[in-house]
């Protein structure tokens, strides 16, 4: 939304609007797309109901799959691998989140095309640290003649409460942040409702480059093409279902005439009708042809391929299969360059400020090399490689703990380091009498048989 200013009226007047429109159709569209992601059947039946009358629901349950679920996390996979990144070490005590919350917020860009995280000090956790909230809803702010936001609004959602009178949001520019309540009172956060951070803490993330307007497309193609495969799957089931058991049909019988049916009823019909059972009409692997066709194209549409659980092709080489999976490749490639890299940029910059303003200056030093998509291993590959990059010096078994245990910090790597060591020092010290008893002298049995004196003969 367009801002004349960011006087505290101006901003409650555009809170305020905003709640009144909501946005509508965009809220409703990214709320729809979160719910097919997440795969919520309730949301999903919903649609369902208005493609059938009661009365042929009745009949069959509602058949949902979470199909974009599959899609966008088969897509959205630069941060699959974490990337390798240089930078002062002392940021990755505050970041042991960091690798899950950038998957997650590619994922959720992915889908929404245009997505947002929040980057927060958390001080009530053991060891301050910083944290990574998604944010779906949120409402930006711009200048008349700028393309990038000077503030941004989003509600605070409380997760234990069913029910909230009234919603509160907050507000945060480079210079201010405090809280708004939906009636338009303001909450203080600090004294003089200042940001401590000089910047805001938000990273934005689009997934097409910006032409028109600040809001990209999201995966609209996918979550349709979702939403037409569960009616499809309902329709197919009440199809088979009356394939199977076929539809009663009596000619010839007006309706005052009452019938009463049962396998151990006989049915006495009038002179000139007829009692049959109609079965549907239509091939149903035809039908489960063109689900797969529908499937087929948004996957294409998107640089996949499908691999479905039936007729799926015999194995092949990981060589084959990373040219199959070309174009995928050079997608996720072209994604880390043009929108990853500038996130990550920001978001060091953010961290720093953030850091800096609780006691923490970080040197400004700071690059990233994301990791090309790579098809799985197999245990022996796996070790060869890392066996190879050991011995050119390319890698160091700290990077080879921190593969293993993305998670783990920096202290908890040289805690694993230190126990690997000390367990070598224990196993040799074990080796050491046994290699002694392998060395030990042998009698010499010659000079024992001509009745010298024994001597020693060393192995």
Known sequence: MVIENLSQTSVISALKKQVDMIESKRIN????MINYYEGMASEMMGDIKEY???DSLKQVPHLTQNITGKLINSRAIVYKEAPQREVDERLFEFTNTLDSSML???RMTYLLGTCGMLVKWDEESENDKLNYDMLIEFYPLFFETDSKPVAVIYPLF?????KVTESTYAYWSDEEHYLITQGGGK?????????????????????????????????????TMNQTINVMLTEM???MRLQMLGQPVITGVDEETRLAMGVDKPILLPEGSGFSFASAGGDLQKYVEGMRFLVDSVAYNNNLKTKWSQGRDAAISGEALKLMEIDLTESVMAD???????????????????????????????????????????????????DWEFDHGFKTKKDYIRHTNPDASEEQIEEILSQISEQRKVEKEEEAPEQQEQQAPLFNLRTLTNGSKVSRQVS
Request: net charge negative.
């Open 29 to 32: 569209e990214r709320y729809t």
């Open 52 to 54: 059938f009358n009661s």
């Open 104 to 106: 997650q917020f590619e």
């Open 158 to 162: 409380n997760h234990e409460k069913t």
């Open 187 to 223: 909450v203080s956060v600090n004294d003089d409702d200042s940001n401590p951070f000089g910047k805001i803490p938000i990273v934005f993330a689009h997934r097409h480059p910006m032409t028109t307007e600040w809001w990209r497309e999201g995966a609209s193609d996918i979550v």
């Open 237 to 239: 089931s009440l199809s």
């Open 336 to 386: 880390a360059e043009h929108i990853w890299r500038p996130v990550e940029n920001e978001r060091f910059e953010i961290e720093r400020a953030i850091l800096e303003a609780n006691g923490v200056t970080l040197s400004e030093e700071y690059s990233v090399d994301f990791s090309e998509p790579r098809f799985p291993l197999s245990a022996s590959e796996e070790r060869l490689q890392w």
